[in-house]
Structures are given as C-alpha cells and as structure tokens.
C-alpha cells in the first residue's frame, strides 16, 4: 500500500551493528505496527503503538526497541543484531475510529539480512 | 487464545481451474477473518474480509471465502486461476475490532501453471 512507506527495503549489516527501520504513514491511522516474516510462520508481532505515547510490546520484542517519533512515524532498532533477525519486516497500521478498526495495512517490507 | 493453521503450505493448480486454499481457525472470541496476498517482493494485500455479516464474502480479484462456524473453518476459493494469482496467501484471525491482536496462520503458496 503507497500510503504506508518503509525505508530501507534492503538492508545488509554484521553482527553486532544497530539497525534502524523506518515506517511512514500518509493514512491518517492512529495504531502502527511491527512485524517480522519468517518463512513458515506468517506474521509475527514486535511492537504496535496505538498513539504517540503508548508503546506496546507484541509476541516477539526481545532484542526490538521501537519509537513512536509523530503520528505517522514508528522506527524499529536492533540495538544489536544477530543472525537470527534475518528476517522479513513489515510495518503496519490501522484506524482506530470508525467501522474498519480491525483491518490493518501493509507497507512493502524491509528484508533485513544479518551476516 | 485464537490460532490460525492453513492446511496446505504449497498448492498448485493449472491456469483456468478452481482453486482452493484452506484455513481452520480458532478462536475464544467471535472473529473477524481475513484474506491477505502477497507477490513477490511486495507488502500484504488486503484480499477480503469477514465480520460477522454474510458468512460468503466476496473480495478483490474473484476471490471470495466462506465462514462455517460449525466447522471453524474460513476457505479461501476463486474458480478460475489466472497465472496471476501466483502468491503468497495468509489467512488471518483477531476477534472482531480488536485490531491489534492479529493472528496470522503460516502461508499457501499458490502456483499456478500455464
């Protein structure tokens, strides 16, 4: 979906390096999400936010931090990455007024590798 | 506690024939259900969506699922395959407009021959 931008799409590091995520959002929605793909296993939750000040963890936060910087901006770090953060990850977001407050939106993913 | 499983990790069906993407789901709470796509190297696509009004939902592209509370399950089925359709599926479960608790089963890989 256009309306949700995640930066980079690609990304290389080492072992040991942080790593920043961005999502971006142009849809006006309250709840973000962060979520991680790895193959076998759908989604899986890190993080999701339901407004700039609150902050939640999700099924899978160890080794994840998250800022909430605006509205439309959630980052995901790796304070320190290992192998098996190599993953698929995927920002999401969803309204919380109205009558679709159930669905969330996708932004492209990032596939982030960790040598 | 909800779970989702989609019983086929991989289907594969000619172009121009039915297919046929299963999922059992369960679930503590009345559920919403959903159908997401994904292409390669693309993000989710939001293929239908189930809330609690007419059990057959009709969704983008042909797709359309069924919602059987009896037998828990929420197939995902279009009756003719274009080549493409050739996708990643999720089906997907979170008790009705609770939208931060998500469960996604693990993905059918749909492949469609010419």
């Known amino acids: 979906d256009a309306d949700v931008t995640q930066t980079p799409r690609n990304r290389i590091t080492k072992t040991g390096k942080r790593i920043m995520l961005e999502c971006s959002q142009t849809k006006g929605h309250d709840r973000m999400y962060w979520y991680r793909q790895d193959p076998g296993l759908g989604l899986r939750l890190i993080y999701y936010s339901f407004d700039v000040k609150d902050i939640n963890k999700g099924e899978i936060s160890d080794g994840y931090s998250v800022s909430r910087q605006a509205q439309a901006k959630f980052s995901l770090s790796l304070e320190s990455a290992i192998p098996n953060q190599t993953a698929l990850y995927f920002c999401?977001?969803?309204?919380?007024?109205?009558?679709?407050?159930?669905?969330?939106?996708f932004g492209p993913g990032t596939r982030l590798t960790v040598l | 506690a909800q779970s989702v499983t989609q019983l086929d990790s991989h289907v594969s069906v000619s172009e121009g024939t039915p297919v046929l993407l299963r999922c059992n789901y369960s679930s503590s709470y009345s559920p919403s259900l959903f159908w997401y796509v994904q292409h390669p190297n693309k993000g989710l696509q939001l293929l239908l969506k189930y809330t609690s009004a007419a059990t057959l939902v009709k969704g983008i592209n042909g797709f359309e699922a069924e919602f059987k509370k009896s037998e828990t399950s929420f197939h995902l089925t279009k009756p003719s395959a274009h080549m493409s359709d050739a996708a990643e599926y999720f089906c997907?479960?979170?008790?009705?407009?609770?939208?931060?608790?998500?469960?996604f089963g693990g993905g059918t890989r749909l492949m469609v021959k010419p």
């Open positions: 999401a977001t969803s309204d919380l007024r109205g009558i679709d407050t159930d669905t969330q939106y």
């Open positions: 997907v479960v979170t008790p009705y407009n609770a939208g931060n608790m998500l469960t």
